[in-house]
């Protein structure tokens, strides 16, 4: 018995659907259709052409598919990565929700957002997150449930890809491009093996390109033009995208090209690319299948169905779920902005921590000083730390007094002044019974959870509250459960 899997790839100016069924012998494709659609004539008159084709497609065989995977136009979404501590998934969860909120330009709480983790050494993990507005997805599932579908899973056009070059065995460590070619813009991936060094989606400036793209019997001296004008504009756009990526070598360039979609003229823009680019160009087409496809699919307009339609019976495929039944708790974290007031803060925040050894409080105030003098210029807010300076030396009293009737609170606050990052101003330190609250500003909040937990001192430490922004940082409140060990 087999059990059918339906993909649908939903685009500004075409959809394309395709079917496979699983048996024991292995996956198939059953069958695919593609077609038209027409942004200027408005949202219901496409959604009428959807629900008309889709009925019809799935009436011839009587289809009825286990689970249908579908992903939305990339102008619906926003896909970016980034790399964060390895650490518990309570930690990793708040850290990814915080680093989700300084990448995406839009609050979250308007949006559907999804992230999926690759870990990459034993202390660190990539993640690949993506947003949506919740408006858009919900105009696209209400097309498909007119058509009797229903889908769980929003995926992205990228992960398709991803998992079909896994598929084929032609992910590498190498920098590859995946470009992904619709009639009216054009979608750069670069990637690693698995992770996602940047993504860009950029319009085609080329208005006669939509004819090529759908038509045959194309004149060859306008095919001869736009493969031309083309070429030039990609290879301009990945000498952008090279440039403007900072997490990459000097030195390092594309080894691969993979292309999708390309439409009627893939073949010539193939070519062009590769002699254009003096890069290996290759069209995408599935391989790892064990038979022949149907001559209904057509891998210039279907491979990312089909990659959407396998997700369900990959093992350890990428996933994305924009679905709102299907979107991680998130909890509201402001955007971080990095200032030269929380520079001059780190400074004082070092000096102050470093009191605690109290043998050096003289040589800690007279640093202190010669540190103040030198941020004063920096930032106009610091002005108030003059009046703290005034009372450190009573500080430094509290400190004696504290290492008098408490002597583990003192090795306590050494232990913060070792494992924080300098990048990280403690205001506020509250010690009851064995419960320690730490408040402050941080750079970098998202990284202090595992700092501390790698500590002999802590244990069970998480946020409390939100992590807001000030004019010094990100404010954050620590609590965890204090724990010295041998």
């Not at 048996?23 to 219901?44: A, K, Q, T």
């Given at each position: 018995?087999?059990?059918?899997?339906?993909?649908?790839?939903?685009?500004?100016?075409?959809?394309?659907?395709?079917?496979?069924?699983k048996?024991?012998?292995?996956?198939?494709?059953?069958?695919?259709?593609?077609?038209?659609?027409?942004?200027?004539?408005?949202?219901?008159d496409?959604?009428?052409?959807f629900?008309?084709e889709?009925?019809d497609?799935?009436?011839?065989g009587?289809v009825k598919?286990?689970?249908v995977?579908?992903?939305?136009?990339?102008?619906?979404?926003?896909?970016?990565?980034f790399?964060?501590?390895?650490?518990?998934?309570q930690?990793?969860?708040?850290?990814?929700?915080?680093?989700m909120?300084?990448?995406?330009?839009?609050p979250?709480?308007?949006?559907?957002t999804s992230y999926?983790?690759?870990p990459?050494?034993?202390?660190q993990?990539?993640?690949?997150?993506?947003?949506?507005?919740?408006e858009?997805?919900?105009?696209?599932?209400?097309?498909?449930a007119r058509?009797?579908?229903?889908?769980d899973?929003?995926?992205?056009s990228?992960s398709?890809?991803?998992?079909?070059?896994?598929?084929?065995?032609?992910?590498?460590p190498?920098?590859q491009?995946i470009v992904?070619?619709s009639?009216?813009r054009?979608?750069?991936?670069?990637?690693?093996?698995?992770?996602?060094?940047?993504?860009?989606s950029v319009?085609?400036?080329?208005k006669?390109?939509k004819?090529?793209f759908?038509?045959?019997d194309?004149?060859?001296?306008?095919?001869?033009?736009?493969?031309?004008n083309f070429s030039?504009?990609?290879t301009?756009?990945?000498e952008?995208?090279?440039?403007?990526?900072?997490s990459?070598?000097?030195?390092?360039?594309?080894?691969?090209?993979?292309?999708?979609?390309?439409?009627?003229?893939?073949?010539t823009?193939?070519?062009a690319?590769?002699s254009?680019?003096e890069?290996?160009?290759?069209?995408?087409i599935?391989?790892?299948?064990?038979?022949d496809?149907?001559?209904?699919?057509?891998p210039?307009?279907q491979?990312?169905?089909?990659?959407?339609?396998l997700?369900?019976?990959?093992?350890?495929?990428?996933?994305l779920?924009?679905?709102?039944?299907a979107?991680?708790?998130t909890?509201?974290?402001?955007?971080?902005?990095?200032t030269?007031?929380?520079?001059?803060?780190?400074l004082?925040?070092?000096a102050?921590?470093?009191?605690?050894?109290?043998y050096?409080n003289?040589?800690?105030?007279?640093?202190?000083n010669?540190?103040l003098?030198?941020?004063k210029?920096?930032?106009?807010?610091?002005q108030?730390?003059d009046?703290?300076?005034?009372?450190?030396?009573?500080?430094?009293?509290?400190?004696?007094?504290?290492e008098?009737?408490?002597?583990?609170?003192?090795?306590l606050l050494?232990?913060?002044s070792r494992k924080?990052p300098k990048?990280?101003?403690?205001?506020?330190?509250s010690?009851?019974?064995?419960?320690?609250?730490?408040?402050g500003?941080?750079?970098?909040?998202?990284k202090?959870?595992?700092?501390?937990?790698?500590?002999?001192y802590?244990?069970?430490?998480?946020?409390r509250g939100?992590?807001?922004?000030?004019?010094?940082?990100?404010r954050?409140?620590?609590?965890s459960?204090m724990?010295?060990?041998?």
């Open positions: 018995m087999s059990e059918q899997y339906l993909g649908i790839d939903i685009r500004e100016e075409f959809a394309a659907v395709t079917l496979v069924s048996s024991w012998r292995g996956v198939d494709i059953v069958r695919s259709l593609w077609f038209r659609l027409y942004p200027e004539r408005g949202n219901e496409n959604e009428d052409l629900v008309q889709m009925d497609f799935l009436k011839t009587n598919p286990k689970e995977v579908v992903s939305l136009p990339r102008q619906t979404s926003t896909l970016q990565s790399d964060v501590p390895a650490t518990n998934a930690a990793l969860d708040s850290m990814i929700q915080l680093e909120d300084r990448h995406f330009a839009f979250l709480e308007s949006m559907n999926y983790v690759i990459t050494t034993a202390n993990n990539h993640v690949i997150s993506a947003a949506a507005k919740r858009g997805i919900e105009n696209y599932l209400n097309w498909l058509a009797g579908l229903k889908s899973d929003v995926d992205l990228f398709s890809q991803m998992n079909l070059l896994d598929q084929n065995g032609a992910l590498s190498n920098l491009a992904d070619v009639s009216t054009v979608d750069i991936s670069l990637i690693k093996g698995k992770t996602l060094v940047i993504n860009r319009p085609i400036p080329d006669e390109f004819n090529v759908f038509h045959h194309i004149p060859q001296s306008l095919m001869d033009k736009v493969k031309k030039d504009f990609l301009g756009v990945l952008s995208t090279l440039y403007g990526c900072k990459l070598e000097n030195e390092e360039s594309i080894t691969q090209i993979n292309l999708f979609g390309g439409g009627r003229c893939v073949e823009l193939v070519s690319l590769q254009q680019t890069v290996k160009t290759e069209s995408v599935p391989v790892f299948l064990r038979k496809s149907p001559s209904s699919f057509e210039s307009f491979m990312t169905s089909l990659g959407l339609a997700r369900p019976i990959l093992r350890d495929p990428i996933e779920n924009l679905h709102p039944h979107q991680h708790k909890k509201r974290k402001s955007p971080w902005k990095t030269l007031v929380l520079s001059a803060a780190v004082a925040a070092f102050f921590l470093l009191m605690s050894q109290t050096r003289k040589n800690t105030l007279n640093s202190l010669h540190q003098d030198k941020i210029p920096l930032a106009v807010e610091l108030k730390i009046q703290q300076y005034e009372n450190l030396s009573s500080y430094t009293e509290a400190l004696n007094a504290i008098r009737q408490s002597p583990l609170k003192l090795p050494r232990e913060l924080l990048d990280t101003w403690v205001t506020r330190i010690i009851k019974r064995d419960q320690v609250e730490i408040q500003y941080s750079a970098s909040a998202s202090l959870i595992s700092l501390l937990e790698g500590s002999k802590f244990k069970d430490t998480q946020f939100s992590v807001t922004t000030r004019a010094l940082g990100k954050f409140t620590i609590r459960t724990e010295p060990r041998g």
